[in-house]
């Protein structure tokens, strides 16, 4: 019995460092924009890892990949790290990543119900970016949603759907092996 506990430990261990490495990843695909919130794919790889892994997974990993970058690691954005990046302008986004994975690995048979949770993750880790980015800059809060939020929504949300598609076959495929239930 001690044997399989460890095994499923270690799984775990390594799969949330998989997946704080996909992200990682992910965030290394961007765009800058001069507003210094770019366009990355870190809302798809976070989505991906949460909805393959569910809500522990994903979250852990989320946190995993956000210490990692506060310790000083280049895996923010144009390979950036560093505390100051989560005190920054787009430390409320990095953050709000956290509470995103939750809602995106909350388990569902509806394809429609897991997107509405989704969703409100998505709109959480709006809220938790407009509002550092407004503070920051020193704009009023409907002027930073305008900046940095608004941009960024329909790419954010068909990364999102299309995470929540790509989930669906991997979850099966990696399933076999018991490495997500």
């Known amino acids: 019995m001690e044997s399989k506990n460890n095994k499923t430990k270690t799984v775990t261990i390594v799969t949330c460092a998989l997946f704080a490495a996909i992200i990682a990843i992910s965030a290394q695909i961007s ?5 210094n919130v770019p366009i990355t794919l870190q809302t798809f790889g976070v989505a991906l890892c949460a909805a393959v892994g569910g809500s522990m ?3 852990i ?8 970058g506060a310790v000083g690691l280049p895996v923010f954005s144009m390979m950036r790290g560093g505390f100051a ?8 986004f990095l953050l709000g990543f956290i509470p995103f994975a939750f809602f995106c690995g909350i388990s569902s048979k509806n394809f429609a119900f897991k997107m509405g949770f989704s969703i409100i993750g998505l709109i959480v880790c709006y809220l938790c970016g407009a509002l550092q980015y407004c503070l920051i800059a020193q704009i009023g809060f409907i002027e930073s949603i305008t900046v940095v939020v608004l941009p960024f929504m329909l790419k954010d949300i068909l990364s999102t759907v299309a995470a929540q ?6 979850r099966k495929a990696v399933a076999q092996y018991g490495v997500i239930r």
């Not at 765009?31 to 507003?35: D, F, N, R």
């Not at 598609?165 to 991997?170: F, T, W």
């Open 61 to 68: 990993s989320t946190s995993v990949y956000v210490l990692l």
């Open 165 to 170: 598609l790509m989930a669906i076959p991997i």
């Open 57 to 59: 997974i994903g979250t």
């Open 31 to 35: 765009l800058p924009l001069p507003t």
């Open 85 to 92: 990046m989560l005190v920054g302008p787009t430390g409320g």
